[in-house]
């Protein structure tokens, strides 16, 4: 005859082992702290972006405006990817940069993907 | 036999290889908020900018004449289909696409800002509001 605790315990081990591999999504703003600081606003330049990313997704306005795709798999570091969107489950953000008519970083701003379609579509800047 | 039996009969042959196990669930959803009007309403003609709408949404999902055109697109699940007989089965999910469709002037200011949606139909077709859209069948 099984007690209580046993039961409960049964349970723990069940839920152990169900939940095994489970890994939580950071949130977008510690995502943004942890992988992109360096793009520091009044310091870093165009150059230095293209230098560390590659070239942009989408790039508006003269280059003053550029768009990565980022992807962060699970339980691994946040890339930039030239795709909007990459198959699996991945989280998926556009990291958006303004730039000054010199080049210096303006703003960053790391914003949700809004369409993730199936079969993919190149931007028209992207470099597979 | 009568007519009426004999449709009957050739109706549920058909229907009873070809139906069976097969199931659509609807699944409530709406428009995704990042392109519905209430989200959009800060957005105005005259005033807001292509600055302003790569700023809050990104780049766009297609981008037409020189950055004047932009479409941005948003999808939620709508159905849940499953087909099975024999030992056989197959399932899917379909998806609601919404498009949010925005004009600039040569500048770069808003112009017009129209909402459409659908499974399949080119919202820039369905509109005329821009050239289709690739991967789209209308």
């Not at chain 1, 099984?2 to 723990?12: E, L, P, Q, Y």
């Not at chain 1, 303006?106 to 800047?125: A, C, F, G, K, Q």
């Not at chain 2, 959803?29 to 709408?53: C, K, M, N, Q, Y």
Request: net charge negative; charged share 20%; with cysteine.
């Amino acid at each position: 005859m099984m007690t209580d605790s046993f039961k409960s315990m049964r349970g723990a081990a069940f839920l152990a082992i169900m939940l095994t591999g489970c890994a939580s999504i950071l949130p977008r703003e510690a995502i943004e702290h942890q992988a992109f600081s360096w793009v520091d606003p009044g310091r870093t330049t165009r150059s230095d972006v293209i230098f560390a990313l590659g070239m942009p997704r989408s790039a508006f306005e003269q280059d003053t405006i550029f768009v990565y795709g980022v992807s962060c798999p699970t339980g691994a570091g946040c890339r930039t990817v030239p795709w909007r969107g990459l198959v699996g489950g991945d989280v998926r953000f556009q990291l958006v940069l303004f730039f000054d008519a010199t080049g210096l970083l303006e703003r960053r701003e790391l914003l949700n993907e809004l369409y993730v379609p199936e079969p993919m579509i190149p931007s028209p800047n992207a470099v597979p | 036999m009568s007519y009426v039996r004999v449709a009957a009969t050739l109706l549920l042959c058909t229907a009873i290889p070809t139906l069976q196990g097969c199931i659509i669930i609807p699944v409530p959803h709406g428009r995704p908020d990042e392109v519905s009007a209430e989200t959009l309403s800060w957005a105005e003609p005259g005033i807001s900018t292509r600055r302003d709408f790569i700023l809050k949404l990104g780049d766009p999902l297609v981008s037409q004449h020189d950055d004047t055109i932009f479409v941005y697109a948003a999808d939620s699940l709508a159905y849940v289909w499953f087909a099975g007989g024999g030992y056989t089965g197959a399932g899917g999910t379909i998806h609601k696409t919404y498009f949010a469709l925005v004009r600039f002037d040569s500048c770069g200011v808003l112009e017009e800002l129209r909402l459409a949606d659908g499974y399949s139909k080119d919202p820039c077709i369905a509109t005329g509001f821009c050239d289709s859209l690739p991967g789209m069948r209308p």
